[in-house]
T-cell receptor
Framework: GENVEQHPSTLSVQEGDSAVIKCTYSDSASNYFPWYKQELGKRPQLIIDIRSNVGEKKDQRIAVTLNKTAKHFSLHITETQPEDSAVYFCAATPPSGSARQLTFGSGTQLTVLP | EAGVAQSPRYKIIEKRQSVAFWCNPISGHATLYWYQQILGQGPKLLIQFQNNGVVDDSQLPKDRFSAERLKGVDSTLKIQPAKLEDSAVYLC???????????FGSGTRLTVV
């Protein structure tokens, strides 16, 4: 099955700086890579996703890049703000018809220091 | 659009007791998932339903965990008997199809003492 590794486990940045979180996956057939943000005590929320037919996707201050050859993808947050502080999870899934399942990384605790 | 509803939000039980969690997915979402999230870890899949049929329960500890999805809508997850290591947040998620990401519910935080 798929295995997703995520680094770093904790990340502290100054407000206004950029933050980068990296994930690697094991199954070369995986073709869908979402990122979730989970604030303390709340449910994970999808913030951005990318499919294997593109190399980069942006949404305002958030971007995700995908390198299929190296089997890794990254989340980039620019101009960080205190409200960006949360745990971020990457995930990956191979195509399986109706049986698509997300395998999650172990999470990155991002702290944005004012 | 209403979200994924879960109840209860919190539950504290003693080991060896039983507990049940309920999930109501987003209307029209055919796929429903139960995930276990232990503190400090990513969510781990327990079981996946497509309509009212089980697609994958390979990671469900079947000696103590059971789940069902009635009429392809609501779902319940049961633990009997509970162990200390079952302390976790149990997340329900639903998806309209294989091409979309999940929407998670708020989860049930279980503490086994």
């Amino acid at each position: 099955g798929e295995n997703v590794e995520q680094h770093p486990s904790t990340l502290s940045v100054q407000e206004g700086d950029s933050a980068v979180i990296k994930c690697t996956y094991s199954d070369s057939a995986s073709n869908y890579f979402p990122w979730y943000k989970q604030e303390l005590g709340k449910r994970p929320q999808l913030i951005i996703d990318i499919r294997s037919n593109v190399g980069e996707k942006k949404d305002q201050r958030i971007a995700v890049t995908l390198n299929k050859t190296a089997k890794h993808f990254s989340l980039h947050i620019t101009e960080t703000q205190p409200e960006d502080s949360a745990v971020y999870f990457c995930a990956a899934t191979p195509p399986s018809g109706s049986a698509r399942q997300l395998t999650f990384g172990s999470g990155t605790q991002l702290t944005v220091l004012p | 659009e209403a979200g994924v509803a879960q109840s209860p939000r919190y539950k504290i039980i003693e080991k060896r007791q039983s507990v049940a969690f309920w999930c109501n997915p987003i209307s029209g979402h055919a796929t429903l998932y139960w995930y276990q999230q232990i503190l400090g870890q990513g969510p781990k899949l327990l079981i996946q339903f497509q309509n009212n049929g089980v697609v994958d329960d390979s990671q469900l500890p079947k000696d103590r965990f059971s789940a069902e999805r009635l009429k392809g809508v609501d779902s319940t997850l049961k633990i009997q008997p509970a162990k200390l290591e079952d302390s976790a947040v149990y997340l329900c998620a639903s998806s309209p199809s294989a091409d979309y990401g999940y929407t998670f519910g708020s989860g049930t935080r279980l503490t086994v003492v």
